[in-house]
């Protein structure tokens, strides 16, 4: 589980809110320990960080529709459903993450 620590309207990416989530947490960290000691992840991998919901550029769509996964780690949707999630979450909203 994870935590909506921001918000932020930010330009340059089609939708202008990203939602900021607490990621790593400690839970994270000890997750990605043990993938480097099972060998599961090379030990030069790094945990990654600044990961968010944001949307995509203006009029990629398809990018969703398509599953390509663009982003570093972040949860890509369209923009307007970015745009009614943002109004619907607040700093400390759980954000429970399901593959």
Sequence with gaps: MFRVFSKNL????GSSKFIWIDYPRPESWREHFQAKF???INWQLPIG??????????GQDSLIEKRLNWTLGCISL????????????DTG??????P
């Design 38 to 40: 099972s060998g599961h």
């Design 49 to 58: 960080g600044e990961i968010g919901i944001h949307g995509v550029p203006a």
């Design 93 to 98: 909203t759980v954000v429970e993450i399901v």
């Design 78 to 89: 369209k923009n307007h459903d970015v745009d009614e999630i943002y109004s619907f979450v």
């Design 10 to 13: 930010i330009t340059g990416i």
